[in-house]
Structure formats: C-alpha cells, structure tokens
C-alpha cells in the first residue's frame, strides 16, 4: 500500500489480515523536538497511520475511513532506538470503529492509544 506520509516521516506500515497492523520508525535526529526527544507527534502519527491500517481489511466495496478522535497517553521520552506501534481493530461497526495501539521503544511501552474512525461510502456530488 502507498502511504506518502509514512515515506516522508521515514516509518513502514504493515497491515495484517486479522485487522491489526505494526508500525515501525527509527528515532533520528530530524523526529526529535528542541528538548532532543522525538516529537510526541511522531508516537500519534504511528498510531493514526496504525489505526486505519488495521481497519482497511474490513473496508468493502469503496468504503473508506477516516479518524474521528484519537486519544494518545505518554509514559516516557524517546531518544534513540526503533519505535514500534502494534495496533488492533477492537469493534467495527456499519459506520464506526474502535481500535488500540500501543507504543514501544526497543521493547518498553512509551504509550498507549485509543481511537474512534468514521467508516462511509464517499458522495457523488460536486460539494466534496
């Protein structure tokens, strides 16, 4: 699958066929913020590109999804090392679904989210 925003950021996604997904970026030195750790944006933008990955095997026929609210808690700062986000598809409804991602830095958890996307059928008029 393309995804021209994980290339940018430098992070691979890999869906799964049992609606999960794993995420994977190196700390490098453009990811860090001015305090030298990686940008909690980096962490959110894994579990966002983490989430719809793991609900697009669900997706038919030209439904398509998109994030309603992530909720993201930090535990701990990253400064090296890879950064892996494991995510699960917990309940898909018809136009709705919940999923949860964790976060981890070499192994120890760094974080947690939760998330909520919208599922739908795009509209055929000219208001898109």
Known sequence: MKHPFAELIGFTVTLNDDNSSFCSV?????LLNP???VHGGVMYALADS?????????LVDDE??????????YFS?????????TTKLK???KTW???ESEITNDGNLIAKATGTYSIFRPRNDARQ
């Open 26 to 30: 190196d700390a490098t030195d453009k």
């Open 35 to 37: 305090q030298n750790v």
């Open 50 to 58: 983490g989430m719809g990955a793991a609900i697009y095997p669900s």
């Open 64 to 73: 398509l999804c998109a994030t309603i609210e992530i909720k993201i808690c």
């Open 77 to 85: 700062a990253v400064r090296n090392g890879t950064i892996d986000c």
């Open 91 to 93: 309940h898909r409804a």
């Open 97 to 99: 679904a919940y999923l």
